[in-house]
């Protein structure tokens, strides 16, 4: 009897979920503003602009308490991306590679003379009246969201630097959704204001510029067709736990509004 | 700027976590009866037979088409039990130890004369009429339930061997269940026959088996609070990650029911 290793049996059950797939890994690749045409293709179907959760969000239709729910749990999200980053650094083989990836962790960590994105997502946290030492306890955090988060730090832990690479693409499409955000929740939630919103103005420079170097780097490096496969599936995993963490949220406190034990009550 | 490694990160935001518990963690241990009842004190809370998915599959409340979809997605919690020992397995430091949990894969894998657990299941999934190459693709499966599994073969894979034992122990609640189950599901579905649901009989003998073992070993070795402490942390997050697939499935399936991009549908 031979017992497979878990490594083993997730590369098996990738290799049979890969199946579908299987058929054009062994085409020619296909150029590079065909690959990110395919890329683009992923956001417009999977990105997490299309939750219904957003949609609410955005268009003034939750209660302050939600808000509070979303900005708890999406703290864990935040404050995982700088890990989520390092660990990809202490694999990056090159000064190049590694200056690029050590300015997102000071995007997010900041230097200590700005404030990073962590903070400034605490800003949020505060002004909506949560407890910091409650956000930053993840008491009550979803599950659900944990182990979507958990799932991005192993993935670009466990796979090739290049499937990390493409598993931060989503940023492609966060400009849009970001403007949606700003104005919408300005616009109608009267508990909301600028200050609350800081985290996500420089993000409007910061996620263009992580952009123009990830989508080079892929388009450049995936040069067969399975690695582009790779990278296309390392794109829709990451739109998965994105879309999943607001399934979470919206069975949570939206309908049918079942927190499960433990969690966060507004 | 010191920037933390991923782990240090993870244990950072576990110590944080355990903030509240920490008073405790100096304190002397309990008895082992009283730390049995700690550890039934959480299954009554947070185990799933709670859930209200359960009381809709085992009271007749599902549509065959909802029964397809909890049976596709427990699929990969099945396929994934005998990776999760045999991590644990490579991890143990005596052969009785490693005898108990082999015998705990050859319980899911089989020994090539009877079928074992993960064989069982996709005897339920074909008598639900799904088709058995796409149930082991994955392809369906939803992201909330890859995430949950995914997080209990890394948390056995990360943690003590002592977390990773008392991370089973929610089999002392799962006797109950089953039989709840198989009686509701043979009363309620004309589609349901005691062929198809052939996985659960011999887990009535198993699983009180694995649990003799795994709570004599946590109520021995858990010989100091904190050590406690973890083995209560370590079956909390086992019920959560049960409790957050009813989540995802419920939320894709019943109520509000919208299923991912990408996911089964029924």
Redesign the interface.
Known sequence: ?T????DA??AE?RA??A??ARQKVTEAPVGPDELESELRAIGA??YHILH?FHHLLHNGKLTRGQIQAWALNRYYYQ??I???D??L??RLPTTQLRREW?RR??DH?G??SQPGGVERWLALTDGLGLDR?YV????GL???T???V??Y??FV?ERSVLEAVASSLTEMFSTNIIQQRVAGMLRNYDFVSEETLAYFKPRLTQAPQDVDFALGYVKQHADTREKQEHCLAAL?FK???L??QL??L???YV??A?P???AFRP
């Open positions: 009897m017992l497979a290793s878990p049996f997730e059950l049979i979920g199946a579908a179907e999977r219904p404050a995982s700088p890990a989520k390092a660990s650094l202490a050590r962790i000071e960590d230097d200590g030492d930053t306890s993840l008491a979803l599950p659900g944990r182990f979507a958990d799932a730090v192993h832990r829709r739109c998965d736990l879309w999943a399934d979470a919206h069975f949570a309908a049918p079942l499960p034990p433990g």
